[in-house]
DNA sequence: CCGGCGCTCAACCTTTCGGTTGACGTTCGG
DNA sequence: CCGAACGTCAACCGAAAGGTTGAGCGCCGG
């Protein structure tokens, strides 16, 4: 946080890591409007970014605005971890489109210091900056009642196996593959989603996947 | 398309569409880089939008990029065909993340003079803007990829009634709710769902929900 | 004008799924 | 140390979904 000189406003030295470039462009216009912020690199891939985070000295990076969803290759999660892991690492901002609890609980695990969503008004953004820059946590407020919620109701919460055996579901699995795929028992995979429908509230499986998909437990693409 | 004088370059009135601030600041540092370009106004809503693009005369808009996703209220292709409605109406080059059928297939009966993806490079936006303003079609090569393999493939095309089924089987419902729903038997919902499979390739109809999803047939938040 | 396609429905059969009950071992925290 | 939660499996039954055959209607285009 104290990398730069100067006394009341140390310069926060930003990397941006999204590999569209509009994206990249505006966040640029957005944050250089600010005083105390610089950019001191761009990132278009994951891979570039934790290269790019690996920086010391005075050309060290103190934030990583990190998006998610890259195009083949490295996901954004797996980059924040990679940054997070070193030592003396800078703060990651992640900074995506969805506030599924999949991709929040796998940035938060990753190390994330914050998670906003892209349309968040600048000065949002600009704030959490400095939020994560001195350390703090920045959480957006959808961002924090998803997480609330999920602290409320613990019960709802999947098991791990019960997601696992979900996501195969939803690939249009039957029983029996899902079995086959997880070395299970067909009898192991229906109790498994017996106790899906009682959490999710629901009596199908198509409807258990649309329901959690709409709640954010799993998601499409991956 | 000569609404402005000038002889060599006559200059293209921009509206930008986006609900993120952080895209609409992208496209404005990205396209006000081209000397022939002039972006006359922003919108951050459908409606917004709608609205900006009536403009007359001097004011006027020549093309409009065009968001998909809204947050809540009209939808993109909503106001695209709204906007494209009117005489003398502005080109609408639809600007968004995604490359699905459905969405695709929406913008262009919407009547959308093209299409490209959020990570197209900046040149490739130029002079998709420059193609539209003058009358032509500006498709990215991934979304005209998908549009010839649609053109190869008809057999394939799911009718409108069966796309209504397999949305509702996509949103959890039974045979028998969809039957009620559509105010049909059960007889016909399974007779469409059999002829789903077969287009589809898969046998079960989750496997259906997820081999179209996949295929872009479908989307799953709207 | 007729053939094809989409949409509708019925009857029947097989397979899968949904739901229950009951059971056993493991792991973890009070 | 013991209950709670998770994960594993079996047997069973009714309900739902998958699959087939067959058939009637309306519309569009060759």
Redesign the interface.
């Known amino acids: 946080m104290t990398r730069a000189p100067g006394a009341g406003a140390p310069t926060i030295r930003l990397l941006l890591a999204d590999?569209?470039?509009?994206?990249?462009?505006?966040?640029?216009?957005?944050l250089d409007a600010e005083p105390d912020f610089e950019i001191v690199a761009e990132a278009a891939t994951a891979e570039a970014a934790v290269e790019a985070a690996a920086a010391q000295g005075p050309e060290g990076v103190d934030v990583v605005l990190m998006d998610l969803q890259f195009?083949p290759g490295m996901h954004g999660a797996a980059a924040t971890a990679a940054i997070t892991a070193r030592e003396d690492a800078p703060r990651v901002l992640v900074l995506t489109?969805y506030d599924t609890d999949a991709d929040i609980l796998a940035a938060v695990e990753a190390g994330a210091a914050g998670y906003l969503l892209?349309?968040?008004?600048?000065e949002e953004?600009a704030a959490a900056v400095r939020t994560a820059a001195s350390g703090r946590s920045a959480l957006a407020p959808a961002v924090a009642n998803r997480l609330m919620d999920r602290m409320r109701t613990p019960g709802e919460a999947l098991s791990r196996r019960e997601l696992e055996v979900l996501r195969l579901?939803?690939?249009?699995?039957?029983n029996q593959r899902i079995s086959k795929e997880l070395f299970l028992s067909q009898a192991t995979v229906k109790s498994h989603l017996v106790h899906i429908y009682a959490k999710l509230g629901?009596d199908?499986?198509?409807?258990?996947?649309?329901?959690a998909?709409s709640r954010g437990l799993i998601r499409?693409r991956p």
Chains 1, 2 share one sequence.
């Open positions: 590999d569209h470039p509009v994206v990249r462009a505006g966040l640029r216009a957005v195009g489109t892209k349309d968040a008004p600048p953004l579901v939803k690939d249009g699995l039957s629901v199908s499986r198509t409807a258990a996947v649309a329901a998909t499409d």
